[in-house]
């Protein structure tokens, strides 16, 4: 039964998901949102899907074509692997979805040879944004898409590569 | 097909409540929209439960 979870809930499954982070700038601070609230959430790729092409799908059937879609590091989580995906919006297409204040985190660290005992979303999304950070000051296409105020709140961040969290 | 409440959860916490009918629409709807699945009328059906307040009116007393 591809897709959910005997028991009680409708679960997410498959061997590759991605989870959204859909973040904006509120006038002077970044918010996370989402069509379920200030959460990120898990989406289905199928074997022959491209993971951002489903990203951006979906995104733009919810809230209409986000300004940047990028994913910022993965990890695995049971038997599948999940690709974090960071997506930016306009203050326009937020809508009467729950929105919150982005709190800062320490990032999950690695061993030198293992990976960090325990994940947390906050922490993804932490080092998601200082993906971002750097893909501001690192690539021109995304530094485009940024107004001043983000290039603002991103200089608080320390700018990361992509890289696995688990 | 019955036009009892059903109820519906799915993982990232979004909830449907209505006839067998709605509920299946509804979840569909959700899973295409939010989820990129695409859900069964079956495998939607094998995860709805009596809607809470239908199944405690259809309680008997002690």
Known sequence: MAGLRAGEILDVEGPVRAEIFMIWLKVDHLELTGPDGP????????????????????????????????????????????????????????????????????????????????IGQEQVLEHAIRHLAWLAQ????????????????LAGYVPEPFRSLA | MTDAPMHLRCVCGWEATGTEEEVVAAATEHGALVHNMKPTRDEVMAMVVAEPAAAADQETPP
Do not use: C, K, N, Y
Request: avoid cysteine.
């Open chain 1, 138 to 153: 690192d690539d021109e296409v995304v530094a485009a898409r940024l107004t001043d105020g983000w290039r603002a709140e």
């Open chain 1, 39 to 118: 959460v990120p959430w898990i989406v289905q790729i199928e074997d022959v899907e491209h993971p951002v092409e489903v990203v951006e799908r979906i995104v733009t059937g919810l809230v209409g074509a986000p300004l940047l879609v990028h994913s910022t590091s993965w990890r695995r989580d049971a038997a599948a692997v999940i690709l974090s995906f960071l997506v930016v919006i306009g203050p326009d297409q937020v809508g009467g979805m729950a929105s919150q204040p982005i709190v800062r985190a320490e990032l999950a660290r690695s061993e030198a040879t293992r990976a960090p005992a325990r």
